[in-house]
């Protein structure tokens, strides 16, 4: 279906996105949405015609885990409950380890990219199928940003894609920032992947902003759209009209005026794009490129029929928890990995954790002042994210209180009233502290053990 130019919608502008003109459509956070009622701002959309699609951020389909029956009703509820059309989400793995995998169970909190092997190739298309059996309208899955690549990786991004295509049927949502983020921090040429991926299987493009510190892209969500993006997104649109694109926006959101601005610029773009005469009918490709990707999706379609299946998801279990040990947990950097840039990705993980923290319990940067990231951070080294942010927010406090922190009294007696309404009487006491302290170096001795013998193969 034709969707147009649409915006993402987050509580912070819902007023601005309903009184921007021009927008056909909005996106909204699946796991933001309650499953048995909606914000009063999308009721009003909905009733105006306006299509809401929900974005799902926490099934982990390239996870080396069966989809969570439980995360696939809830985010079926969301679709029946807003009555969509599609409904997307990730090529990404959010989790790993637990007790199938005989590990501590991590939460990166973050979507994290998926190695591009036969063997993950494989786990993530019987995961796609699975959720595609139980979701009641189609699936698109978005590329991700990355700031990482994963060793001896067999297939570039567009022969990954087109194969996942090929085998599943599923559809594409095209985000052209991080193809972007893709060629700064990882040397991947946009144009080659959009030559190798199938154009057609497009149900529509994320625009979104960024920014660039010391040679890394970090697509942030919280930039304005920069020239680079919208040059990928001419390159997408040279060689396919999309049915929908939107503009993305997470965090320092700016004025009405400066969003309309932005998606004017779409527009702009595509329509530059279009005028230029260098797209073939709407929803096809041009015939050369055509031709090309459906070469390189029938090579890798022959190598993948003949690859053995035997054992993938246990490998893939051992390399994603590797993987996600050395980010969150102070495990030992897996073999084949850059080590500094892991060290980039793992800062970039503690910094949105704290972020994230500081908007659900905002009484914790209050109370610490400008002390609070920081202390933050040396709280996070080492230490995986609790199960849900609230959860890890109160983790934060009582670390901080046990160690008799912070120095201000009247800091320090604040934080013991917030802890003490939200946790129980007293800080924990001696043993409890005790028995959470051998926990946890347990758990960083079965990372580290794992790690080093060879859990990344």
Known sequence: MRLGIGIGWRPEIADAVEALEGVEWVEAVAENLCADHLPDSLVRLRARGVTVVPHGVALGLGGAERPDPRRLADLAARVELLGAPLVTEHVAFVRAGGPSAGEPALEAGHLLPVPRTW??????????????????????LENIAALVNWPEEELTEGQFL?????????????????????????????????????????????????????????????????????DVLTELRSRVDPPGVLLERDDDFPPAEELAGELALIRGTLEAARRSGRTSAPGGTAAARTGAGAGTRARTGSRARTGSRSG????????????????????PVPAGFDAERLGVQGRA??????????????????ILGPGYRAAFLRYAEGRPPASGYRRDALAFAEHLLVAGEPADDAARRRLTHWWQDRAGARPPRRTTRAVRAARAAFTLSANVLRASSGGNR
């Open 119 to 140: 063997d993950a190739l494989d786990v993530l298309c019987e995961n796609v199928r699975i959720a595609q059996d139980a979701l009641p309208v189609p699936l698109a």
């Open 162 to 230: 087109a194969e996942l295509v090929d085998r599943t049927g599923v559809r594409l949502l095209i985000d052209v920032a991080n193809l972007h983020t893709n060629h700064v921090n990882r040397g991947e040429d946009p144009a080659t992947a959009l030559d190798e991926l199938p154009v057609e299987a497009i149900a529509y493009v994320h625009v979104a902003g960024g920014v660039e510190k010391d040679g890394v892209w970090h697509d942030t969500h919280a930039h304005p759209v920069t020239a680079p993006v919208l």
């Open 312 to 331: 993938a998801r246990e490998r893939l279990a051992g390399a994603q928890s590797g993987l996600l040990a050395s980010l969150v947990a102070g495990a």
């Open 349 to 366: 993980l503690a910094a949105k954790r704290a972020g994230i923290v500081a908007k659900v319990a905002p009484e914790l940067p209050e």
